[in-house]
Every structure is written in structure tokens, then in C-alpha cells.
């Protein structure tokens, strides 16, 4: 048995995509085209394996995020340096998290 799978690809360069495809592989310097191939048809198969993002993951990611942020409005004559209160803070979180509800 053969321990070798091969397969010999072949782009048209009258075809814009398959051109741009042959150009960045010809551009490939320290790297293995073989071991870039396999690496984008890995990528490829487990993007496809991935379950798609839907707004509540979305929604969830922003919260996460949020979190750690502290929003602070601008005033007339007001210096941007001031710290926030932790109630401060969660009010800001709790605002953003309501304003995010909004894109349902």
C-alpha cells in the first residue's frame, strides 16, 4: 500500500480567481505550499464544522466583553480621567447591555 496520496492541481490564468490563487502560491517563500494546501482545506473543514454564529452568541460575546470596560460620558468642561463608582460601572454595563437588546 502506498503511503502517498497525490494530486496535481491545475488554474487557469484566464480565470481572475484561479490566477490570484496561482500567484500567492508561487509568492510562498519559507513555508511549504504541500503543508499551506493542507492547512486551508483544515481550515476549510473545520469552519464547515462549526456551527454558525447566531445574534444571542453574538449578544453574549458583546456582554462578556463589556464587562471589563468602563464607559464614561463626555462633559462640557469635564476631564475624561475620572474614575467610575462600581455602581457606576454596572450602571454603564447595564446600559449597554440594554442598548444591544434593542438589535433583535
Same mark, same amino acid.
Given at each position: 500500500m502506498q503511503n502517498d496520496y #497525490?494530486? *496535481?492541481l491545475r @488554474? #487557469?490564468? !484566464?480565470?481572475p480567481k484561479e490566477k490570484q490563487a496561482?500567484?500567492?502560491l508561487q509568492s510562498l517563500h519559507g513555508i511549504s505550499r504541500n503543508q @499551506?494546501?493542507?492547512d486551508t482545506i483544515l481550515s476549510y473543514i473545520e469552519k464547515q *464544522?462549526?456551527?454558525?454564529?447566531?445574534? !444571542?452568541d453574538i449578544r453574549s460575546m458583546f456582554k462578556e466583553e463589556l464587562k471589563a470596560v468602563a464607559f464614561v460620558s463626555v462633559g462640557s468642561n469635564k476631564? *475624561?480621567?475620572?474614575?467610575?463608582?462600581e455602581k457606576e460601572q454596572a450602571e454603564n454595563i447595564q446600559n449597554v447591555i440594554e442598548d444591544l437588546d434593542m438589535f433583535d
Open positions: #497525490r494530486l *496535481n @488554474f #487557469r490564468l !484566464d480565470n496561482a500567484e500567492y @499551506f494546501i493542507i *464544522n462549526t456551527k454558525a454564529l447566531t445574534i !444571542d476631564s *475624561n480621567t475620572k474614575e467610575l463608582t
